[in-house]
């Protein structure tokens, strides 16, 4: 877990005020600004990416196995999807995802079953083992991220969720950027 999480009280300055100011004092040229906000995210991403493949590691799955099987769990009982809805929940090439179906069910944590509605078809299930190694994988997580976020208020993690959101939602839909306006 992240050490500092114990400590309540804000720090006075962190590894990015650091980068910020390195870069004023040698490109005073440059409006570095977007660096405080964006460079903490991508630091955030990389302790978070520490804590969920830590999670994730202590029930034997890598992430992308935890992903495919989350797909699965939230879609509620039979707990099944579509390799094609699998491709789309996970962000995949059909190739690499007929890959990671193959492996989880080499490893018992998922099924292939025909599709009732397409003769043709597949349809992925969750087994009760995979959705056991889910449900603790995804504890455990919880437990981290809430332990990530034990800094910030309930107000202050609803007003970052939804300044987050507000960034991302755009990008998530494909919309392209706005143009900035002239400084």
């Known amino acids: 877990m992240i050490a500092v999480m114990g400590d309540t009280t804000a720090p006075d300055s962190d590894e990015v005020d650091d980068l910020v100011a390195g870069w004023r004092s040698e490109r005073p040229d440059l409006d570095v600004e977007p660096l405080q906000v964006l460079s903490r995210v991508s ?11 830590d999670a994730f590691a202590a029930h034997g799955l890598q992430v992308w196995e935890f992903d495919v099987l989350s797909a699965l769990r939230r879609q509620g009982p039979p707990y099944q999807l579509s390799p094609g809805a699998l491709l789309r929940a996970t962000l995949v090439t059909s190739g690499t995802m007929t890959n990671r179906i193959d492996r989880l069910a080499e490893s018992g944590l998922v099924s292939r079953r025909p599709d009732p509605q397409d003769r043709r078809g597949v349809l992925v299930a969750l087994t009760p083992r995979g959705a056991a190694v889910a449900d603790a994988a995804l504890a455990d997580l919880m437990l981290a991220e809430r332990e990530l976020l034990g800094q910030l208020d309930r107000a202050e993690r609803t007003e970052l ?3 987050l959101r507000r960034l991302l939602a755009p990008l998530d839909a494909g919309h392209p950027r706005e143009p900035a306006p002239d400084a």
């Open 43 to 53: 630091r955030l991403a990389r302790h978070l990416d520490r804590e969920r493949r």
């Open 161 to 163: 969720a939804m300044l």
